[in-house]
């Protein structure tokens, strides 16, 4: 069955970085586009970053030239390298196979000092 595993979560300072990692299995991943969202607490759900198959990438304007979302395919690994991160940026990570009901089981990123 399709599986989403989401890894590389934690409490970081401000300013500092963490890498988000999410393991696909059970589809193809090479052909299927890729998304990051979160959600903090008491807020909805909101997009972060998506990338095509083809690595076609699209970014929030708040996370825009701090996070960079990545694929390797050999490995059906999504990324995400977040730098400068923000107190504002507390949330848990989820990773999602666009056009599709899969979802991961998320991992929390805490922002604090």
């Known amino acids: 069955q399709v599986q989403l595993v989401e890894s590389g979560g934690g409490l970081v300072q401000p300013g500092g970085s963490l890498r988000l990692s999410c393991a696909a299995s059970?589809?193809?991943?090479?052909?299927?586009?890729m998304g990051w969202y979160r959600q903090a607490p008491g807020k909805q759900r909101e997009f972060v970053a998506t990338i095509t198959s083809l690595g076609v990438t699209n970014y929030a304007d708040s996370v825009k030239g701090r996070f960079t979302i990545s694929r390797d395919n050999a490995k059906n690994t999504v990324y995400l390298q977040m730098n400068s991160l923000k107190p504002e940026d507390t949330a848990v990570y989820y990773c999602k196979i666009l056009q599709s009901p899969y979802w991961g089981q998320g991992t929390q990123v805490t922002v604090s000092s």
């Open positions: 059970g589809f193809i991943f090479s052909i299927n586009a």
